[in-house]
């Protein structure tokens, strides 16, 4: 068992004096010291199961501190990626796991440390992936903000008549409500409030174009009854006179 756990290597000093004792003891069985023989083995039985217990207590430790420079490694690749804010909730998780293993190791509770540093490794590994899938989204918004910027300079340059438009005023309050969800990173309701803004304005837009195309056909219609009125009049008295 103690050539197992690397005794030799992890514990050197026991696996020593165990070799020494055995050593000593095999010279006394060769002289035929069987009592003295006796003693010297269960004195190298001894030495060889503290190497063991120490090598394996050592073995312990080393896998708990193995996983923790991972979690710590894993941590660090999370920060990068804003987890503590974009995966707050597992990203707290994780940490508050990391925490109890560094308890757990200072009491030399090996085993309990590397099962809480594992898990602080995954929860990290998933705080960074949410993080990351957090990011694109907001990249999706943030780009439909632009358009919907657009939308609302279009509908601008209709003139100031256009914020009268309902249309309008609505665009206006779902840009608003939209704006608040992104910085509370909440994408899908944002998105969703930015879409109904774009199509307010455009809405918005729209009916004021309407309206003044409308007033010109208005005026142009009223200006084609006048003229048609002025062709189909009776000629003014004398001009027919004139004309003979």
């Known amino acids: 068992d103690a050539e197992r756990y690397r005794a030799r290597e992890l514990a050197p000093t026991a696996h020593a004096s165990a070799l020494a004792a055995q050593e000593r003891a095999e010279h006394a069985w060769e002289q ?13 039985r001894d030495f060889f199961e503290d190497a063991r217990d120490l090598a394996y207590h ?25 987890a503590e804010t974009l995966a707050q909730s597992i990203f707290e998780e994780g940490r508050a796991s990391e925490q109890r293993a ?17 898990v602080a490794q995954q929860k990290y590994e998933q705080a960074q992936r949410q993080a990351l899938r957090a990011q694109q989204r907001r990249q999706e918004v ?3 903000a632009e358009e919907v910027h657009v939308a609302q300079q279009r509908a601008q340059a209709e003139g100031s008549e256009v ?7 609505q665009a206006e309050l779902f840009r608003q409500q939209a704006a608040e969800f992104l910085a509370a990173n909440e994408f899908t309701r944002a998105q969703q409030m930015f879409a ?39 000629p003014p ?5 004139d004309r003979e």
């Open 237 to 241: 008295e004398g001009r027919d006179a």
């Open 163 to 169: 914020e009268q438009q309902q249309a309008y005023q």
């Open 32 to 44: 035929r010291q069987y009592a003295q023989a006796r003693a010297l083995y269960e004195e190298a």
């Open 58 to 82: 050592q073995t312990l430790k080393e896998e708990a501190e193995t996983a923790q420079t991972q979690a710590q490694a894993n941590k660090q690749a999370a920060v990068a990626e804003s």
């Open 102 to 118: 560094i308890v757990a190791l200072g009491r030399e509770e090996f085993t309990q440390a590397r099962e809480f540093f594992l």
């Open 142 to 144: 943030v780009a439909l």
């Open 196 to 234: 109904q803004a774009q199509e307010q304005y455009e809405a918005a837009t729209q009916a004021v174009a309407r309206a003044r195309l409308r007033q010109q056909a208005t005026r142009v219609r009223r200006e084609a009854a006048a003229a048609r009125a002025g062709a189909e009049a009776a």
